[in-house]
């Protein structure tokens, strides 16, 4: 028996995901512009100065934060702070598709880690490369960190 393929069947493409960014929701990246008049200042605290904390270690720190905020153990609005306003934004939209496709399923697992990639850019821009397991896969983030009113905030954001 020979089946011949009709008209339309011929035209029928099979139905591919687009790019991963379309369909994961953990997968984001954000950009903003950093302003070049503003120079690198130091924290007041009590009548003292204080230096910026470490920027390799606020990598790591923000990197798992961020994560969290994507699947779903902490509220976006623990990280709005850390985050430049249109970073911020990407995450957020993010975060609620990923609620809204994972759903309420059992408790997420914890957030590890792994490495932490640093670079500095000039005395007020870091780059790091952090290595994070999110309890189902190992994902790469990577951001960069403008130091804004004398604390790390993240200008740009990549996680895959």
Request: proline fraction near 10%; glycine fraction near 6%.
């Amino acid at each position: 028996m020979t089946i011949t393929p009709t008209r339309d069947s011929r035209r029928a493409r099979p139905i591919r995901p687009g790019p991963r960014a379309a369909w994961d929701p953990l997968v984001i990246q954000a950009e903003v512009p950093v302003p070049e008049t503003e120079p690198p200042a130091l924290v007041a605290i009590g009548g003292e100065t204080e230096p910026p904390p470490d920027p390799a270690r606020w990598s790591g720190v923000l990197a798992r934060a961020v994560v969290e905020v994507l699947i779903g153990t902490r509220p976006a609005a623990q990280v709005r702070r850390w985050l430049a306003e249109e970073v911020w934004t990407v995450v957020n939209r993010r975060a609620e598709l990923s609620r809204a496709i994972r759903g309420r399923a059992g408790t997420p697992p914890a957030v590890t880690v792994l490495r932490v990639h640093h670079c500095a850019i000039s005395d007020g821009e870091h780059e790091a490369a952090v290595v994070v397991h999110d309890g189902t896969r190992v994902r790469a983030v990577a951001v960069r960190l403008h130091l804004h009113r004398g604390r790390w905030q993240a200008v740009a954001l990549r996680i895959a």
